[in-house]
């Protein structure tokens, strides 16, 4: 059974970093893509990181190219999202998801969320 | 990349059985059959009922059904159930700057 729980959310002041934390469990972590998607609150989804399955590739939204830095280590099945320079808007639940294999970004299993509030 | 265009809001009798689009371009939806539809109860995460346009994974219940037609996908759910009122979201593989799209969610509501 999947089991996928995000850490390190927490409140931040606009230009601060946050390092968010992915521990994966019940399936072959090393062998799949690994995404972040985040909701606003009261919003819809929004896709922000993909990253392949041995770390070699990957891919950002533009709304978040050039600041989030997405990572994996999979000697320790886990999966990070480094963000740097926040910004009010990046306020939101980031979800950690699993990619079904495919060859193409579908999410099969979903962690329950770590909230960013950046706020100054 | 603008998100996917969905219904704002559905509703339905328990029983009856709705259908809703999410519609998007040549770049995405139209393009690849890689659309995939997510149920999002409040205050939970997504979980994936249909991928690859029309595959429903196991333990999806066979209510639920996804199709395309050209730049537009559509969910089907059958039979209505209470528990099927929750934000139903799609999304597409992209191959513009972004590599996936969502949609803009699709509240459904059983009366």
């Known amino acids: 059974q999947v089991h996928l729980v995000e850490s390190g959310g927490g409140a931040v002041r606009p230009g601060g970093s946050l390092r968010l934390s992915c521990a994966a469990s019940g399936f072959a972590f090393s062998d799949f893509p690994m995404h972040w998607v985040r909701q606003a609150p009261g919003k819809g989804l929004e896709w922000v990181a993909f990253i392949r399955f041995d770390g070699v590739n990957t891919f950002y939204a533009d709304s978040v190219r050039g600041r989030f830095t997405i990572s994996r280590d999979n000697s320790k099945n886990t999966l990070y999202l480094q963000m740097n320079s926040l910004r009010p808007d990046d306020t939101s639940l980031y979800y950690c998801?699993?990619?079904?294999?495919?060859?193409?970004?579908?999410?099969?299993?979903w962690g329950q969320g770590t909230l960013v509030a950046v706020s100054s | 990349q603008s998100a996917l265009t969905q219904p704002a809001s559905v509703s339905g009798s328990p029983g009856q059985s709705i259908t809703f689009s999410c519609t998007g371009t040549s770049s995405d939806v139209g393009g690849y059959d890689y659309v995939s539809w997510y149920q999002q109860h409040q205050g939970k995460a997504p979980k994936l009922m249909i991928h690859s346009v029309s595959n429903r994974p196991s333990g999806v219940s066979d209510r639920f059904s996804g199709s395309k037609s050209g730049n537009t996908a559509s969910l089907t759910i059958s039979g209505l159930q209470a528990e099927d009122e929750a934000d139903y979201y799609c999304?597409?593989?992209?191959?513009?700057?972004?590599?996936?799209?969502f949609g803009t969610g699709t509240k459904v509501t059983v009366l």
């Open positions: 998801a699993k990619d079904l294999g495919g060859g193409y970004p579908q999410f099969d299993s």
């Open positions: 999304s597409a593989y992209s191959d513009s700057s972004t590599l996936v799209v």
